[in-house]
């Protein structure tokens, strides 16, 4: 065992499975899995640390008690979204701005929305406002768009409004948003203290726009306030709850909650919506790690997990954020890392459609419970986990490591009878047919993540990752014409691994206006306050001013352009002369992603927002490199079995099947084979290569 409080314990909990990773400072890092509990997640929470003891052959409280951080990263917020589990809200705005959230945009009608769905026309509505009208007021005030007060807060108005909210709607909670609070918040602010007035015992949670965004925006500002409050009790319930039966548990050490702006917070300073996302950033967090080690600008990170499909970029060595994230069909103004997602995970559920004859697979899934139908639980609906199994691709008695058996001759039934019978084919073939379209569905996803910042798939390698990942990579990646795959030792925990790397991270996003020709000062200065304010919450998380790196960002635009790129800065203060290389920098990167000529200098340039991301630095394990010993891997055989390959040709191979455990760096295994992990599987199709790298990552090429 490690020394007292040398432990970092990263927690993920996603729509099927909780993982967690323990790493310590020497390098080494353990693995565990355990099955989400969505009825109360904190017990898959505890459930997986107990596995995790039981890996590393020691007490649960020994090894919460030798934690020097604890990291979580969770689906509650997206799933109380989702299930709109959430609490009774009520919304406060300018009067004469109470429809806002329900005109919505015109794009609201298909935010969120997948392309099949969108294409039935007939069937596309709204989604379901989260604040009904009736609970909807307005309250009269008006602040311009330069932060001026045009008509004083009726304090009257907004004395009525809780009162009417809170006592005769009963609402637990209240999102604040009035129209232009992003550039002036005294109004806010005002609302803020008559709250405390109004409710002195503070049972009512609250939410002000102008505090979780500084950016213009009225739609998507209001929505970011009101899902704040919709979530607010439910994930503090849950924290809170969590951290008592952790701190019960043995856990001394700092309780951080992972936020899907890629970095970790103590829960004072997390908000619940910064909360969602959290799983999928813990995976572009490990991805940018490994990148860095490894030497890869450009990569595609590729998780499949048990629900869902996810894909995020990382180009010349940085994630992005999306520029208004949607979640469940609602826009938001959230610094959330740019990750695409679709249903498609070892779960999801394939049938065959009764109108048109076709095979669908997704995006609904069969979950945790009952599950697939191998799992033998109740679940009836094939799924792609069944599909795998039925080709051999899935051994049903090592399946988590041997800790669960799979019923494969359930699963082929089912697929018999649902897929099969209906199409006309054999068994086999009806589940190669789930396993192509599952995989053309993610290979479509990442082009279309891809082609649209510039690029082009072949500059990128595949980071798979996920329990699923890795079992499909070989499929999705050669649709794309990528020849390299990475697959690493913790692909199927990768989300978790990334938490337990996490870093303190804070950001802020500003609206603005500077117009080129403009001088330093204007932007100086801003910068100047959001890193100011940054700084003081840095200080309440510990660190010191050395300890904390400031990473800056210009969005620009051509003039009368309503879409800005985002430029990093290279520099951490602006001059005349950094104005003009800004201008070149973004002419360049603007040609880049819409092609040469498609810029228009004439029509002027601007900077239309600012990002600041505050970064302490955390303790993380080095991991380090093992001597490279050439072989073909031969002792790591432990046996043989057929498996359905679609590529080059289809059909059933016997291949040789790999304890993962046993290959050495430097190894090389040419295909067809089976790598087996404990809680994932790595076929090699004919033709393919994988070789171990020094730091026991498998290098797939095709």
Known sequence: MAAAKDYIIGIDTGGTFTDVVVMSPSGE?????????????????????????????????????????????????TNALITRTGVKVGFITTRG???????????????????????????VTKPEPLVPRERVLGVRERIDYRGEVV??????????????????????????????????????????????????????????????????GEYARANTAIINSFLGPTVDRYLGGLQTKLEEGGLEGPFLIMQGNGGVAHRAHATPVSNL?????????????????????????????????D????????????????????????????????????????????????????PQSAGASPGPVCYDAGGEEVTVTDADLVLGIIDPDYFL??????????????????????????????????????NSKMSDLIRQQVVRTGHLPEEFVIYAFGGAGPVHSAGFSAELGINKIYIFPTSPVFSAFGVAAADVIHTRVMTCQYIFPTQPDGPN????????????????????????????????RYRRQTAGVEIPLPWDRMTDE???????????????????????????????????????????????????????????????????????????????????????AGNEVAGPAILELPFTTIPVPPGANVTIDPYLNLVMEI
């Open 29 to 77: 890092v353990w693995t565990a899995k355990a099955s989400t509990t969505p009825d109360e997640f904190s017990r898959g929470v505890m459930d997986a640390l107990t596995e995790a003891s039981r890996v590393l052959d020691v007490d649960r409280t020994e090894l919460l008690n030798q934690a020097m951080l604890f990291k979580h990263g969770s689906t509650v917020a």
């Open 97 to 123: 701005f109470e429809d806002t959230t329900e005109i919505m945009r015109a794009i609201g009608r298909v935010d969120g929305l997948s392309e099949e769905e969108i294409r039935h026309a007939t069937w």
């Open 151 to 216: 008509v004083p807060l009726s304090r009257e108005d907004v004395m009525d409004a809780v009162r009417k909210l809170v006592d005769e709607e009963g609402c637990e909670a209240i999102a604040v948003s009035l129209l232009h609070a992003w550039a002036n918040a005294r109004h806010e602010d005002d609302v803020r203290a008559l709250a405390r007035e109004a409710d002195p015992s503070n049972k009512v949670f609250w939410s002000f726009g102008s505090e979780l965004a500084q950016v213009a």
């Open 277 to 309: 996302q959290s799983g999928p950033a813990g995976g572009a967090i490990a991805s940018a790690y490994v990148a860095g080690l490894l030497g890869h600008p450009n990569v595609i990170t590729a998780d499949m997990g048990g629900t869902s499909f």
């Open 311 to 362: 894909v995020g970029l990382i180009t010349e060595g940085y994630w992005r954020y999306a520029a208004e994230p949607i979640v469940e069909r609602f826009r938001m103004l959230q610094p959330i890392i740019d990750i695409q997602s679709i249903g498609a995970g070892g779960g999801t559920i394939a049938r065959v459609d009764e109108e048109t004859g076709r095979l669908l697979v997704g």
């Open 401 to 438: 490591g041997g800790r669960k058996s799979l019923n494969k001759e359930k699963a082929g039934k089912a697929v018999e009878e649902k897929i099969a019978k209906p199409l006309g084919l054999s068994t086999v073939e009806a589940a190669a047919g789930v396993y192509d379209i599952v």
């Open 525 to 556: 200065e801003r910068l100047d306050t959001i890193e100011n304010e940054l700084s003081e919450i840095m200080t309440g998380e510990g660190f010191k001013a050395d300890q904390v790196e400031f990473r800056r960002f210009f969005t620009m």
């Open 578 to 664: 950094r104005l003009r290389e800004l201008q070149e920098m973004f002419e360049t990167k603007y040609e880049e992603l819409y092609g040469v000529g498609a810029g228009y200098t004439k029509a002027g340039m601007e900077i239309s927002a600012i990002r600041v991301d505050a970064v302490g630095l955390v303790t993380k394990p080095e991991l380090k490199p093992q001597p490279v010993e050439r072989g073909d891997g031969s002792q790591a055989v432990k046996g043989k079995r057929n498996v359905y390959f679609t590529r080059p040709e289809r059909g059933f191979i016997e291949t040789p099947v790999y304890d993962n455990a046993l290959l050495k």
